[in-house]
């Protein structure tokens, strides 16, 4: 007997929802959008003379990190990362289209 799913058959999951990055050179850290900011005022406190962070990723960790190590703190929406991957789906195809089936070097 074989069964065949629809796509209204499945439960839709919800996405991770929107959330804010914390970037260092070797790692990545999911957080809430109330940590990332608490996390961006300490690094905007020039007189604040702690070189370590502590906060809790969205996974449940607490982390240390030195506030030196801090590349960069961003969002991520639901809406930003689905225009992303369709940018990149895009540019895909247009790359494909371009290139000159005659030369396979």
């Known amino acids: 007997m074989t069964i065949v799913r629809t796509k209204k058959d499945t439960v839709d ?21 109330d940590t990332a900011v608490s996390v961006g005022r300490r690094l905007d406190r020039w007189w604040d003379l702690r070189r370590w962070v502590k906060f809790q990723a969205l996974a ?13 703190i961003y969002e991520s929406t639901e809406l930003s990362r689905a225009r992303t991957r369709e940018l990149e789906h895009l540019q895909h195809q247009e790359d494909r289209r371009d290139r000159n089936w005659e030369d396979d070097d």
């Open 13 to 33: 999951r919800e996405g991770p929802g929107d959330f804010y990055i914390i970037e260092t050179p070797d790692s990545r850290w999911t957080v809430s959008a």
């Open 60 to 72: 449940g960790y607490r982390v240390w990190l030195r506030k030196s190590l801090i590349q960069c």
